[in-house]
């Protein structure tokens, strides 16, 4: 029966392992498993502007953003902040 894996993302957090290790290691067990698969990233919205060297996606910001606090924040300010996350706020990547 055919399987297709869509969207995926290994990235948890950065610093916290070896990316490339860890995407090789689970596009082998994919193959090996006979799992048809792609990776693509359509937006991201990362608080560290260092992400955005590092890390493709069809949209991305240039500017700050509030991250969210799912501890602290009260659901209006939540909704608030995911304003800035739409793709009319965000700008289409030149590369």
Known sequence: ?????????????????????????????????????????????PSNPAWRRTHWAWYRNERPVDPLDVWRDYLDTLLRKTDAFTTDELQEDPA
């Open 1 to 45: 029966m055919p399987f297709y894996l869509g969207e995926f993302s290994l990235a948890m957090s950065p610093g916290s392992f070896s990316w490339p290790d860890h995407l090789t290691a689970a596009v082998q067990e994919m193959e090996q498993r006979g799992i048809a698969w792609s990776a693509w990233n359509f937006k991201i919205v």
